[in-house]
């Protein structure tokens, strides 16, 4: 058992640390989720995939630097310690890429993928239906074959579709056996958003901006060449990379420990109140647990290992922590914390943790039921 | 980097947890309990007999020259079996390579010394005795005890906190097994939310504490050591609570074993720095 970096691995670390000092924006961009604050978060994406620095774990010829899973981790911590934008492109290298890598064919990765990398093409998931969330085999939109043109029509509405509101294209689970049930009979699609038949109502979350959508398809031609994987078998297809471990299932401690590091200076620049410090060394101490967990986590991983549903007790953890954090930083601001700030911006998205990519009730199902064992509840 | 345990390490827990089920460890706890060390000093010796003892003692001086993460695997197999007797004393505060049991008190943050009655006492006189919520664990006075430097004590407050993971393992896995076979309603009540959530939280609790406790161990940082006490204490704090709720009335009782590590749990969350002592430790590490 050891913690300790390769020479190499520090050599990408001090190579990271190093550019991102020179490169990170002094002042935080605009909310990605404004028209301007979208603009300079795809410009951000574009130096930092010159740099390449987007993608580092992608093979070099779509502007990665094969890295590795620990230079992955490596890179997470320096990117957020040294308050680099979020990452608008999101939900395509994460949630997406793992996908087409694993799924899709050499046209597609080459159609897709550099420009995933450089933030030109921004990809928004459009998994939620209006009666799929957590349940989301329930998904009732539909693909209907269309031979004479080569390919499907899609019809339907999805939502919660984050990042929709400025995204170039989108990806999601569509009903293409009309009679299937459940997870069985779905097709994954890659649609770009300005198809004709697509309508993109945006939904202005609790910040005020409009950072998912709503999204109405009718009679939306998508061609053969834009289906992922095999027609038929799109759950299999989207849950091939579910467990990735360079997305969301292992998402790197890096954002939270700087979190923590933060709250920490914002407790001494008040004067290390007393009666905070039991929670702000909770927070630190969440995040160097989590820190530590990872690394149980990739080591295991880089045995050949697979993530499992470490990812579901992963969620539970990190997404209350992220809560935690955040509101202990605004009780220690006092009364000026209700100020749009930093701290509430954090606080407002860190809401969402619990709720997105499975709630933390489903989360706990599994852990309890895949994990632990216990016996499976009826469901309908 | 790799953050795992090793094969020996991990093969080391399994044959001292294999050792101390066929020894009947909960019995001598209960006998030592009552008064009766026999079966518990049969069951020290041969744990002193694998090394326990020894293991952090340096190799020049006859002991097993083992890391602290090697004594952190240990208790939490001696936590998980319930062992009795100053283990923490003799393996990880003065650890004896001869497989001598000792105690001692550190005032003030472990004020009073463990079964003086059957163990050496390694420094001071001793005093009033006193009755702990975990009777296995008998505790005196000691007037005068020398000090204990504090690498030592940071080596003991760890061993409690890997000891505190075992009791919360075992905690959560007796429940596990209860809320399968206990039926109300004409249902397994644990396949219950209320009860699965609450044990996926005890899980998670446990999780997340055990890193801490290794990562500590690799580095030895005061504040590493005390971020691992009080994961490890509210971890194994939560197991114990929802141990006793899932269980319900059956859990109350002295006679059901799953009380034993209840009792155990509550008096470790104290020993060798409770948590407003930790987390002040932290804070002022954190500058």
Redesign the interface.
Known sequence: ??????ES?LAFQAEAREWLAANVPSEPLPSMDTPEGFTAHQEWEAKLAEARWAVVSWPEEYHGRGASL?EWVIFEEEYYRAGAPGRVSQNGIFLLSPTIFENGTREQQDRWLPSMATGEQIWAQAWSEPEAGSDLASLRSKAERDDARGGWVLNGQKTWSSRAAYAHWGFGLFRSEPDSQRHHGLTYFCFPLDAEGVTVRPIAQLDGEPGFAELFFDHVFVPDSDVLGEPGQGWSVAMSTAGNERGLSLRSPGRFCATAERL?SLW?SAG?PAEF??R???A???A???R??T??T???L??GGSIGYAGS?NK??WSDLDVAMHETALDLLGAPSELRGPWMDGYLFSLSGPIYAGTN?V???V???R???????ARG | MDFRLTSEQTGFAQSLSELMTRADSVAAARAWAAGDHGPGQALWKRLADQGVTALVAPEDEGGLGGTVVDLAVAFEVLGHQLAVGPWIESAALFPQVDGGMVTAAAPPLSPYALDADVATLVSGTVGAAHVSVDTTRRLVEVSDADPVDAEALDRATLATAAQLVGCGERLLTDSVDYVKQRKQYGRAIGSFQAIKHQLADVRIGLDFARPLVHGAALTMEPRAVSAAKVAAGDAAYRSARVALQVHGAIGYTAEFDLGLWINRVRALVGAWGDASYHRSRIAEALG
Not at chain 1, 371 to 377: A, T
Request: glycine fraction near 6%.
């Open positions: 058992m050891n913690l300790e970096l390769s691995e620990v920490v001494h290390s410090r039991d702000v060394v909770d630190w101490l969440g160097e647990a989590y530590l967990y690394w149980g990739v080591s295991r880089v045995d007790v539970v953890f009730e989360q706990r199902n852990v309890a039921e994990i632990l064992g216990l016996p499976r509840e």
